[in-house]
């Protein structure tokens, strides 16, 4: 999915955050994904587009990000760095491969039910929740032999 600059600064600008080069060159490469990426994914992919963009930036920038709700930090992660992805505009869960990182949205909410007892037992106010499902799927199951 192709999305415009505008489209981008517009979604900086609804949630108060100033657009930047570098905030776009970033937040287009995670646009542009279809995987999480590291923060040094990240840096690789849009240092082309902006030079002055430094890794340390990256990280600045993944983490108010996700501070602010934009980006999300995934629970996996590669050789211990952290995946980082955009914040789905609807709910959804993922299963997600930790051999090749593909992610397969799954279409039922199993915590709708368990999210609204919390809610009674505790006197919470829920705001939402994230689940993250990890496996091997089925080419790199067959691909090592598993």
Known sequence: MDVTEATLRQALAGKGIKSTKQRLAVLGELEKSDAPLTAEDLFMKAHAQCETLSLSTVYRIVDMLCEKGVVMRSGLMEGGRSLFELTPVVHRHNLICVRCHKIIPLEDCPL?????????????????HKLEVYGVCPKCSKDRGH
């Open 112 to 128: 709708s039910q368990y999210e609204s007892d919390i809610a009674k037992s505790t006197g919470y106010n829920i705001s939402g």
